[in-house]
């Protein structure tokens, strides 16, 4: 089991950044794909960014490409995403997530997820 606990969420004007992190614990001797989910209001849980262990692959959503980067430090079990030129349509509550294979978060099938935080984009 992987318990993953999200930070950093908050009201931000479009245009601002934002960075989230994730700390895991647990089994995290277990070599996961780490990343992010978002949910919308009214709106299905979507993919946003993963990256594999080794930190030498990240896949991103078309909608945040260019303005999220995910990173992450395993000697802290710990993952980022640092989003820039915030939109309104990035208003969502997003969660950590993990998965065994390096697509489970693009399917939207991780193993483990956080409670989420809520990020609201708005003027």
């Known amino acids: 089991q992987v318990q993953l606990v999200e930070s950093g969420g908050g009201l931000v004007q479009p245009g601002e950044s934002l960075r989230l992190s994730c700390t895991a614990s647990g089994n995290t001797r277990r070599a996961y794909t780490m990343g992010w989910l978002r949910q919308a209001p009214g709106q299905a849980r979507e993919f946003v960014a993963a990256?594999?262990?080794?930190?030498?692959?990240?896949y991103y959503a078309e909608p945040v490409k260019g303005r999220f980067t995910n990173s992450r430090d395993n000697s802290k079990n710990e993952v980022y995403v640092q989003m820039s030129n915030l939109r309104s349509k990035d208003t969502a509550d997003y969660y950590c997530?993990?998965?065994?294979?390096?697509?489970?978060?693009?399917?939207?099938?991780?193993?483990?997820w956080g409670q989420g935080t809520q990020v609201t984009v708005s003027s």
């Open positions: 997530a993990a998965g065994v294979m390096s697509n489970d978060l693009r399917n939207g099938s991780p193993d483990y």
């Open positions: 990256q594999t262990w080794d930190g030498g692959v990240r």
